[in-house]
Each structure stands twice: as structure tokens, then as C-alpha cells.
């Protein structure tokens, strides 16, 4: 097909309509409008185009339509600085709708209050892991202390939750941030809570607010807590590991428009405080009237004109809060609207089989329940079972796994890299960097009386749209159980990564087929009966209800009595062909060619995983996945016994974004040449081919037939050579690029080479490469101005101190001298990265402190 005008850049087009319309050809220009689709859609997406810029300094002026800047993806060298943004916000802030700062620690009060007033549109604004204060949204003009930095010091800030709020004048402030809609500060640490009463005057349309890891530990500060009333138009609140207890939910369930909220972490929370937030937020009552006394007025006037029914509170997420009891359940049940509800890492909870008297009955209340995560909280069996039994009939996405929010991401949003299960990893690290203890596989060792109440729980889930078990250790019969229990061309996601996959032999299902009814063994209630009627020759005379109950009874039984085999589970997962969209089998145990017949018929999956699974990938089963899966655009085949044909298969697959297939050790140069020449070649963006045989000539064929490659991952490949890394400079788009343990690729020309010809490379990693010098880094690394992360751990011929001097100044003085001149000018360091030392450290740029420090401390 002939390229059209929606191939080039938004910017080139608008370019040519406006060198168009300047010339006096605005009708000719009208008349492509009117008959040019793809000129239609170019400029369509000019009208809101968003930009990252990475480098220094960005040319903003030749994206005028620029509608978001996204600043986050910078390295700490290239952080944010207080001229550039003032600059940005004065060429695009009549427009700009959304703005995201992250880790920005050079930014002052008074240059933030600029950029606000600046850009009257802005709606959403992201500022996470910034060193901003409360100063900086304050309504008034702002006084800092003499002598005091931006990012150190926040005393005035805390003296200032003591003044009335109307202390200051407002009209500088209110006008620009009354559109704002979402504002996101997550991790900013100097923060000390004044800002929301600033927000609660300037952002009268603020919908949701996101404060999560600031530490503004309301515990210890009430105050700050009793600001949260005030935020009247939040209907989205996450306060997590900021101390909430039982005094600080009672004045977040004040919040008249609340409907989710999330308070991760609160170790101090308990029962009571959470029965006060279903008291207030979990009935069906119109939403003026929970507002406060001072509103009840208008609360008439407001059902007269038909105001909607609140449903309260939505989503609640209270993973990681420990003092919460058995007894959370009743509060729980009181918030009838919820369709959310996260209880991750709590096996205090969860994992035991006692219940409180009365659980049973409150738990039918919850008819709206859609997602539920129970990740790594060890749920018991039995528990699971009444929880199924009380909402699993309307339960579409459920999380029984060891991971956390909600397990593994879904398709096309969370796998960016070429790691094999890599979300399942960063949300598992996360929960542990919140001081969750780290939870074993919770159905490793299932007695049968367990067994058996899993798969009961199952079966009544009978909506499923998502099912996640990564790391639990599911048992095959189990899995059989969901996925039976799903209607058929329901299920969208399945992630089974570090489950039991071990099939029965078929054997046992023909002996089971062929046993007769009456001498099965049925299990209902948790109680065992055994039906033996062997004096006849059928079933016994059984009419109208007690018929139905028996046969009833026979089907409970058959669907986990019934041998777990992996024609069976084939045969289940080819029932969801037309839906199942992501299938995630990464270190599962025991999968076989013979679980996986059905990928030929998965018309709709998108990404698939099998990394770890050695017995099943083969030759023929990727060629039936490139023949049967055209939609197919994530493929992970980590550590399993690919080999070069394999690659011959995968490379007629049409759509293919991201291959992974590290640890393939049968991969050589002929496989990367079949895929550089197939179908896949064109479309793939991530390649991850980490120790493997990847030679020089397979660098050729990469280099000359995907040309669209954004990231490459080859560590570990022993067998290049300079040559082979040289070549790699023809990938010009390339943003991502991995040479560590490549000890003889890297060479000081290489990388010079390298650089010349990669301007837009953003992460580098040339750990151990035993050739590359000092002097060569130094020639290199200006010409990577979009540079944000540089590992050079275990690089022999680099030694600390003389890198800080090569990067922070070229003179031959001593290194503390030439740091403390860098540290001086943002700009003195011949590279804007974040530098990973040879021996393990970081550079200074990854300092916000050492970057800000002042004139006479170096002296």
C-alpha cells in the first residue's frame, strides 16, 4: 500500500497546510480537507499531540498544536530546570492541558505559581517524585526564608497550616487552576499538607487527587487530616502509606462525591474506622444529603431539579492495612455500591478458615462486586468458597495470585520491556518496598478436602472476564474448574504464570468416564456421601425435586472429579478463542505441547507468554501461532529451547511489536536472519535477544531489515564483536540499547561510532566492557544529548574517581575539585545521565542535593 499523509509527523503536516494557506491557497487547501481522509486523520491527530522532550533544549516552537509535555522520562541530569519550563508554558500554555513534571527537583516555589498562572487550560497535572513544597500551590505571593533551598527546607510551609484560609488574596491563583481535573504528586516528600486547603479554594473542579507515599503521616498530624472535608468535588482519593487512621477516615468519609479511595499501607486503620466510612459512604441515599449541616438546604432544591442517586463509595482498596479484623467484613458489606475491592497482602485475614458469626449473611450485600483482588494474601479455600458464593455470580475480574494491584497487567498496557513477566516482578517489588512480607505459592500443597472447595469456589464464578494466579501454585484441576465455570467467549485474560500445570494421564479420564454414576463419590456442603447402588442396574426411581438435586449433585461432583488433563484444559481454552486476548503461561510447571493444541485457534490473542515452558515450544506450535493468531503482538519465549527454526516460524507473524527470548541458547545467526527477512520484520519495536548466539552477521541482518526497532537487548551475547556493534548504528530510531557482558564489543570507536549515529538513545548499558576507556566515554557521550540512564558497572579500565572527572569537567584537575565545579553549573556535566559507577555507585547527577548545592559548600 502507497504511504499516505498520516504516515508523516503531525507537525510536518501542519507544516505544509500552514506554507499552504500563507501562499493564497486557502480553498485548495478547504477542498484536501473535504476529500482527503488520511489528510483529515494527520491533522486530527496534530490537534492534540503530546510531546516528551528528552533533550536539551527542546524546540518546542515547531509543535504549536502541542496539547501535553511530558517531562518524567528524563534522566536526573536532565531534570527539569526552572528556565526551561517557563519557556515551554510561555509558547505552549495558552493550549497545554496536561502537564507531568516527575522527579523534577529544581523547580522553586515561585517559578511553579508562574507556570499555573501561565496555562489557564491546564486540566491535568502529574508532579510524582518532585521535590515540590506546599508553597508552590499556595493562593498567595511567595515569601521563602533567606538562605533556604527549594528542595531542602519546608519550615515556612508547616508554620502556615496555622493561618485561616482566606489569609491571602486569591485571584492570582484561582484563575488558572479552576479547570484542573487531576493532580497527581505521588512520592513528594516535602510536602506537609497546607496545599489542600490552597487546592480546596483554587480547584473547584478537582476530581481526583493522588497523595500517595508523601508521607504526610495524618496520624500525627490532625490538621492536615482535617483539610480533606474541604476537597468537596473529589470523587478519587489515594492516601497511601500516608498514616490514615481512625480519626482521618472519619474525615474522608465527610467527602460528599466520593467514590474511590485507596489507603494502602494504613497499619493504624482499624474496624471502627472503617464501619464509619460505610455508615456515611456505603448506603444508596442522594448525595446532598451526606453533605454537612451547612448544605442541607440546598439539598431539597437539589432532589426537586432530579439529582441521581449516589451509590457511594465505588472503590475501596485497603491492601497492606493490618489491624483490620475479621470483623472489616460487616463493614465491608455495609458499602452495597462497591464494584472494586483490593485486599492484597493480607493474610492476617484471609488465609485462615475462621469467620465471624453473622460473615455469611452480610457478605450477600456486595451485588455489584466486579473486581476483586485477593493477591498475595494466601486466601483459604473455604474462604474463597463464601466469598464465591456471595458475589462470585457477578465477579468479572478476580486476582488470587502472589503479585500485587491486581496482578500482571493487561494487554498493551503495562509490558513495555522484553523481561518475561516483568509486571507480575515490578508490582511484587513494589509490595515488598511497602514492607509487605513476601507470600509463598498459597496452593502449593492442596489436601483434597481443599481441593475440592476450590474447585466448588470456582464454579460459581460464573462471569469471568480476567483471571489471574501468577505465582500461586494453582493446581490443573482447579484451572479446569474456572475456566468449565466460564461461559464460553467470556474470558479476555488468563494468567497462569508459576502454576501447577501438571496434567493427569489420559488414562484416567477414560477410566473415569466409563465408572458409573452411583459409585462416585459427591461432596456437598462439606459433607461426604458415598452412593453405592450396585443392586441396580440405573439410577434409583427419583422424580420431580429430588431428581433435579441428585443430578445437581452428580455435576458439582464431575467438575473436579473429572481428571485434570491437558486435552481438557485445550479444549477449555479453545472455548474462549473468540475473546481470550492475553494468555500468560511464564514458569509454569509442566506445560507440554499437549496443553497448547488450541493456539491455533485463538484468533483474538494479542500477547502471549511462555517463557520457562522448554517441553513446549517447538518448531510447530509457532508456526500453528503465526498461522492461527494474527493479532499476536507481544510474544515472550524466555529460557525455553527455541531454536532457529523456531524464529523461522515466528517470523511470518503479521503484527508482532515485542519479542522476548532471552536464554534461548539455540538461537544463532540463521534464526535473526529468517526473522530480519520475514513479515515481522517491518513491525517490530522491542527485541530481546540476551544470551543468545547473536554473531555479527545476525547484527547485519537486524541492522538491515528492522528499521523500526526501538529498543535491543543483547547482553550477554559473547560473540560480537566491535564490528558487529558498529553496525548496529544503521537502527537510527533506536531508543533502548543493552551491550553489557559484551566484553569485547565495546570499544572506544565503536561507541563513538555508536553514538554519532543513535541521537535519540535514552538508555545504555555497557557493563563490563573490558576495552572501553576513560578518554573514549569522554569523546562519546556529548553526542547523546537525550542520554537519561548510563550503566557502566564492572567496567576495568573506568575507575570512579577518574570518571567524575571526565564527567564533571574536562581539566585534569583533582575529583572532588572538578565535582564541585559541575555541581555549580547544571549544565557542566559533559553528560545529563544518570551514571552507574564501575563499582556499583551512582553519579552525583542523581542527586538533587549535591546538583542544588550552594556556593559555599563546595568551598
Not at 652 to 674: E, K, M
Not at 690 to 698: P, V
Not at 725 to 734: D, W, Y
Amino acid at each position: 500500500m502507497a504511504p499516505d499523509w498520516s504516515c508523516l509527523p503531525s507537525d510536518i503536516v501542519v507544516v505544509v497546510e500552514t506554507s499552504l494557506s500563507s501562499q493564497g491557497n486557502s480553498d485548495h487547501v478547504a477542498a484536501m480537507r473535504a476529500t482527503c481522509r488520511a489528510w483529515r486523520q494527520a491533522l486530527e491527530a496534530a490537534a492534540g499531540i503530546e510531546l516528551q522532550p528528552l533533550g536539551k533544549p527542546p524546540h518546542l516552537a515547531a509543535f504549536p498544536r502541542a496539547a501535553t509535555l511530558d517531562y518524567a522520562a528524563r534522566g536526573a541530569g536532565q531534570s527539569l530546570c526552572e528556565q526551561e519550563l517557563e519557556v515551554a508554558c510561555t509558547l505552549l500554555g495558552g493550549r497545554l492541558e496536561a502537564l507531568d513534571i516527575g522527579s523534577a527537583f529544581q523547580l522553586t516555589s515561585r517559578a511553579m505559581q508562574r507556570t499555573l498562572r501561565s496555562c489557564p487550560a491546564l486540566r491535568h497535572l502529574a508532579a510524582d517524585g518532585s521535590t515540590l513544597q506546599d508553597s508552590a500551590f499556595s493562593c498567595g505571593p511567595v515569601h521563602p526564608a533567606a538562605g533556604s533551598s527549594a528542595a531542602g527546607s519546608s519550615s515556612h510551609s508547616v508554620s502556615m497550616l496555622d493561618s485561616p484560609l482566606h489569609s491571602t488574596p486569591a485571584a492570582a491563583m484561582c484563575a488558572p487552576l479552576r479547570r484542573l481535573e487531576t493532580l497527581s504528586l505521588r512520592g513528594c516528600l516535602f510536602l506537609r499538607g497546607r496545599l489542600l486547603a490552597d487546592l480546596a479554594q483554587a480547584c473547584p473542579a478537582l476530581a481526583s487527587l493522588n497523595l500517595a507515599d508523601c508521607a504526610l503521616a495524618l496520624n500525627l498530624n490532625p490538621e492536615v487530616a482535617a483539610l480533606l472535608p474541604r476537597l468537596r468535588s473529589l470523587n478519587r482519593l489515594v492516601l497511601d502509606g500516608n498514616g490514615v487512621d481512625d480519626a482521618a477516615m472519619r474525615h474522608i468519609a465527610a467527602l460528599p462525591l466520593l467514590r474511590e479511595l485507596s489507603v494502602r499501607s494504613s497499619i493504624e486503620l482499624t474496624d471502627a474506622g472503617l464501619h464509619h466510612l460505610g455508615r456515611l459512604r456505603g448506603g444508596t441515599l442522594p448525595a446532598m444529603q451526606r453533605a454537612s449541616g451547612s448544605t442541607r438546604g440546598s439539598s431539597a432544591d437539589a432532589e426537586r431539579s432530579g439529582a441521581a442517586l449516589d451509590a457511594g463509595l465505588a472503590a475501596l482498596d485497603i491492601s497492606g492495612c493490618t489491624a483490620l479484623t475479621d470483623q472489616s467484613w460487616l463493614a465491608i458489606a455495609e458499602m452495597q455500591g462497591l464494584t472494586s475491592l483490593m485486599l492484597e497482602h493480607m493474610p492476617h485475614l484471609l488465609q485462615f478458615p475462621a469467620m465471624p458469626e453473622g460473615l455469611p449473611a452480610a457478605l450477600w450485600r456486595l451485588p455489584r462486586l466486579r473486581t476483586l483482588s485477593l493477591a498475595g494474601s494466601c486466601c483459604h479455600p473455604s474462604k474463597l468458597k463464601l466469598l464465591a458464593a456471595s458475589c462470585g455470580s457477578s465477579v468479572t475480574h478476580l486476582d488470587i495470585g502472589t503479585g500485587g494491584r491486581g496482578g500482571a497487567c493487561g494487554v498493551g498496557g503495562g509490558c513495555t520491556s522484553c523481561t518475561p513477566c516483568c509486571c507480575v516482578e515490578e508490582s511484587h517489588a513494589a509490595s515488598v518496598g511497602q514492607g509487605y512480607a513476601a507470600a509463598g505459592p498459597a496452593y502449593r500443597r492442596l489436601s483434597s478436602l481443599h481441593e475440592r472447595d476450590l474447585c466448588e469456589a470456582a464454579a460459581s464464578f460464573r462471569q469471568l472476564r480476567s483471571l489471574s494466579g501468577a505465582g500461586s501454585a494453582l493446581p490443573l484441576r482447579c484451572v479446569c474448574a474456572f475456566l468449565a465455570a466460564t461461559p464460553a467467549g467470556r474470558m479476555q485474560r488468563l494468567d497462569l504464570s508459576g502454576c501447577c500445570l501438571d496434567a493427569e494421564p489420559s488414562a484416567a479420564a477414560a477410566a473415569h468416564s466409563h465408572q458409573p454414576h452411583w459409585q462416585q463419590q459427591l461432596f456437598s456442603s462439606g459433607a461426604r456421601r458415598v452412593l453405592n447402588f450396585s443392586n441396580f442396574d440405573s439410577y434409583p426411581s427419583t422424580s420431580g425435586t429430588s431428581a433435579t438435586r441428585l443430578h445437581q449433585l452428580h455435576a458439582e461432583a464431575d467438575s473436579w472429579q473429572r481428571p485434570a488433563t491437558a486435552a481438557r484444559f485445550a479444549a477449555l481454552l479453545r472455548r474462549q478463542a473468540p475473546t481470550l486476548r492475553c494468555l500468560r503461561l511464564g514458569g509454569a510447571s509442566g506445560v507440554t505441547d499437549a496443553h497448547l493444541p488450541s493456539l491455533r485457534c485463538l484468533s483474538a490473542l494479542e500477547w502471549l507468554c511462555l517463557a520457562g515452558s522448554r517441553a513446549a515450544v517447538s518448531p510447530t506450535l509457532l508456526a500453528e501461532v503465526a498461522s492461527g493468531c494474527p493479532l499476536l503482538q507481544q510474544l515472550d519465549i524466555s529460557h525455553t529451547a527455541a531454536d532457529d527454526d523456531c524464529f523461522t516460524a515466528i517470523a511470518a507473524l503479521p503484527a508482532l511489536r515485542l519479542l522476548a527470548a532471552s536464554g534461548c541458547a539455540r538461537v544463532g545467526g540463521g534464526g535473526v536472519h529468517a526473522l530480519a527477512a520475514g513479515r515481522t520484520a517491518g513491525t517490530l519495536r522491542k527485541l530481546d535477544l540476551c544470551l543468545t548466539g547473536t554473531n555479527d552477521e545476525a547484527a547485519d541482518a537486524l541492522a538491515a531489515g528492522c528499521q523500526q526497532l526501538r529498543g535491543l537487548q543483547l547482553t550477554g551475547c559473547s560473540k560480537l564483536s566491535p564490528r558487529g556493534a558498529e553496525v548496529l548504528g544503521r537502527l537510527e530510531r533506536l531508543e533502548s540499547l543493552s551491550l553489557g557482558r559484551c566484553p569485547h564489543a565495546v570499544t572506544d570507536a565503536s561507541l563513538l561510532l555508536l553514538a554519532s549515529k543513535l541521537p535519540l538513545l535514552t538508555r545504555l548499558c555497557l557493563s563490563e566492557a573490558q576495552q572501553l576507556t576513560a578518554g573514549g566515554l569522554a569523546a562519546a557521550l556529548p553526542l547523546l544529548p537525550c542520554l537519561a540512564h548510563l550503566d557502566l558497572t564492572c567496567c576495568w579500565q573506568l575507575h570512579d574517581d577518574e570518571l567524575l572527572d571526565v564527567l564533571g569537567s574536562n581539566s585534569t584537575a583533582s575529583s572532588t575539585a572538578a565535582a564541585a565545579d559541575a555541581l555549580q553549573a547544571p549544565g557542566g556535566w559533559v553528560t545529563p545521565a544518570t551514571v552507574q559507577l564501575p563499582k556499583g555507585g551512582s553519579s552525583p547527577t542523581g542527586s538533587p542535593f549535591r546538583r542544588r548545592m550552594p556556593a559555599g559548600a563546595a568551598a
